[in-house]
């Protein structure tokens, strides 16, 4: 089955710096990658996702890249806020339909 | 509309116990996966249910179990707890726009 790597686990960052968030998969087959963010106590929430037939798309302040033949994905955060600090989880699954399998998540954190 | 509806909100049960949660989907979907969440080991993934009918399941041993019922909305149970179940339990609704997450189901097992 599908296996998704996850690097960093913790990123400490100032407000205004970027941040980046990288992603390896296994299955060549996979074609959706969503990236979600997790406030503390909350749930996590899509903030953007990606599909194979692009390799970059952008939303405000968020972008993701993907490199289809290194099987591997990155969220970029620019001009970061206090407000961006969460855990943020990458994800990989073969369609939008199918099981999404997730890394073990990113906790970014902005110091004012 | 209303999101992804998850009861109760927080459990505490006994090892050796028993337990169900409750999962109501976005009005309309149709598919709803549940995933375990524990510090350090994200989201892992337990089984997805699409108009009553499992059809996948992740790697978690017979105690986990689930099921939809015609209005779309999905029951795990969790038999002979052990205190490694303690954990959020997440319940996803799917479109095409991906899933939508509930607020979970804090579960401690004593």
């Known amino acids: 089955g599908e296996n998704v790597e996850q690097h960093p686990s913790t990123l400490s960052v100032q407000e205004g710096d970027s941040a980046v968030i990288k992603c390896t998969y296994s299955?060549?087959?996979?074609?959706?990658f969503p990236w979600y963010k997790q406030e503390l106590g909350k749930r996590p929430q899509l903030i953007i996702d990606?599909?194979?037939?692009?390799g970059e798309k952008k939303d405000q302040r968020i972008a993701v890249t993907l490199n289809k033949t290194a099987k591997h994905f990155s969220l970029h955060i620019t001009e970061t806020q206090p407000e961006d600090s969460a855990v943020y989880f990458c994800?990989?699954?073969?369609?939008?339909?199918?099981?999404?399998?997730f890394g073990k998540g990113t906790m970014l954190l902005v110091s004012p | 509309k209303a999101g992804v509806t998850q009861t109760p909100r927080y459990l505490i049960k006994t090892r050796g116990q028993q337990v169900t949660l409750s999962c109501s989907p976005i009005?309309?979907?149709?598919?709803v996966s549940w995933y375990q969440q524990t510090p350090g080991q994200g989201l892992q993934f337990l089984f997805e249910?699409?108009?009553?009918?499992?059809?996948n399941k992740g790697n978690f041993p017979g105690r986990f179990s689930g099921r939809q019922f015609s209005n779309s909305r999905s029951e795990m149970n969790v038999s002979t707890l052990e205190l490694g179940d303690s954990a959020l339990y997440l319940c996803?609704?799917?479109?095409?726009?991906?899933?939508?997450f509930g607020s979970g189901t804090r579960l401690t097992v004593v």
């Open positions: 996803a609704s799917r479109s095409e726009g991906g899933y939508t």
């Open positions: 299955d060549s087959a996979s074609n959706y």
């Open positions: 990606i599909r194979s037939n692009v």
């Open positions: 994800a990989a699954s073969y369609s939008g339909y199918s099981t999404l399998t």
């Open positions: 009005s309309g979907h149709r598919s």
């Open positions: 249910y699409f108009s009553e009918t499992q059809r």
